[in-house]
C-alpha cells in the first residue's frame, strides 16, 4: 500500500494568519513545526495501519516548509516547484494507492481560516460546472482520473465539512475551529498529533485504488477581485472572458483542466501591483 500525503499549511495547527505561513517570517519559522507534526503524525498513523510507503508531497507556496529532519523517518518527501501536477504531483504514475489532503483548507470566498484558492487575494470565487470548488475539491477531480480515493482530510472545522462534498468516505480531523478568516479556537499540537494519528490509522484500509474516473469534459470558472486580470487570464487560448471580472474554460479532463489553472494564475499573479491589486 503507498499513500500520497498532499501538505498544504494553512490547514495546520496553530496557523491563523498570514505571517503564519510566509516564508521567512519569524511565525513561518514557528509554525513549520506545527506544521510538520501534522504531517508526520498522518505519516505514522498511515503505517499504524499498514502502509508499506509514504511519499509527501509538498504544497505549500515554496513548496519548501516542512522540516525534513523531523518527519516519521518511513517517509520520504518531494520538496520544490515546478512540477506537473503541483499539489498531487505523483498520483500520475499509477503506484499510488489513497491520497491524504492534509493541511487543507476552503477555497476563495467561503468561510473558512485563510481561505483562498491558489492565490491569497486576488481570486475571488472558483466553480467546476457551476459547483464551488476548493483547492481540495479540484484535487480531488484530478486523482479520480487515476483511480486514487482521498482517505484523509485535516484542517479546519469548515474543511472538513467541505470534504464531505467531495470525498464522502474519507476520514477527516479539525485541527482548529472557523472564528473569522484570521481567526481560530486552536487544539494543541499534542491533541492534534494524536487526532490525525487515529484518523490516519482508520483511513489506511480505505486506500484501494478503483477504476479511473472519467468524468469530463470540465468547465472551469473563475472570478478576480479586479477586472484587469481579466485580461491577463485570457492571454492562455481557451480562456474567455465570462463576466466583468470572471473568465470560464472547458477541458476534456481534470488533469489538463488543472494545468489550464495553473497557467491562468500565474499570469494573473503576474499582472498584480502591489498597492492596487
Known sequence: MKILISADMEGATGVTWPADVLPGTPQWERCRRLFTSDVSAAVT???DGGADEVLINEAHWTMRNLLLEELDERAVMLTGKHKSLSMVEGVQHG???GIAFVGYHTGAGTEGVLAHTYLANSI???WVDGVPASEGRLNSLVVAEYGV????VT???RTCEDAKGYAPGARSVA???YVSRYAAVCRTPARTAADIRAAAREAAPLAVRHEPVQAGPFTVELEFDAEHLVGAATVVPGVERSGVRRVAYTSPTM???IRCFKAVTTLVS???EEQYG
Open 255 to 257: 488533469y489538463e483542466g
Open 175 to 177: 485541527v482548529k475551529d
Open 155 to 157: 484542517g479546519d472545522d
Open 45 to 47: 498513523g498511515f503505517f
Open 124 to 126: 475571488t470565487g472558483v
Open 270 to 272: 503576474a499582472a498584480v
Open 149 to 152: 480515493p482521498v482517505v484523509l
Open 95 to 97: 503506484d499510488v494507492d
